[in-house]
């Protein structure tokens, strides 16, 4: 059974920094690639950050620059360090993996991030 549990989310004023982290459990993690997306009240769900199983790594354009994906395949762990936290990056955040980059049919449950201004 897949499980992606994200943790490190909350409340921060804008310019702050926040540490997301996916734990996966269920699949041979180094094997998978693993992505992040958010979706906004009212807004469709967006691809932020993903990165490949061999450290390959692709950004939305509104992220680049401050956001940075990151995995440790010893620990079964995904990372999204955000930076310079905007009010327009408030969202609930989802891991997700796949065998492929382009079907990653694995989610966790989301965490809220909210940047206040």
């Known amino acids: 059974q897949v499980q992606l549990v994200e943790s490190g989310g909350g409340l921060v004023q804008a310019g702050g920094s926040l540490r997301l982290s996916c734990a996966a459990s269920?699949?041979?993690?180094?094997?998978?690639?693993m992505g992040w997306h958010r979706q906004a009240p009212g807004k469709q769900r967006e691809m932020v950050a993903t990165?490949?199983?061999?450290?390959?790594?692709n950004y939305a354009d509104s992220v680049k620059g401050r956001f940075t994906i990151s995995r440790d395949n010893a620990k079964n762990l995904m990372y999204l360090q955000m930076n310079s936290l905007k009010p327009e990056d408030t969202a609930v955040y989802f891991c997700?993996?796949?065998?492929?980059?382009?079907?990653?049919?694995?989610w966790g449950q989301g965490i809220q991030v909210t940047v206040s201004s």
């Open positions: 990165i490949t199983r061999g450290g390959t790594t």
């Open positions: 997700n993996a796949g065998l492929l980059i382009w079907r990653m049919p694995y």
């Open positions: 269920g699949i041979s993690f180094s094997d998978y690639a």
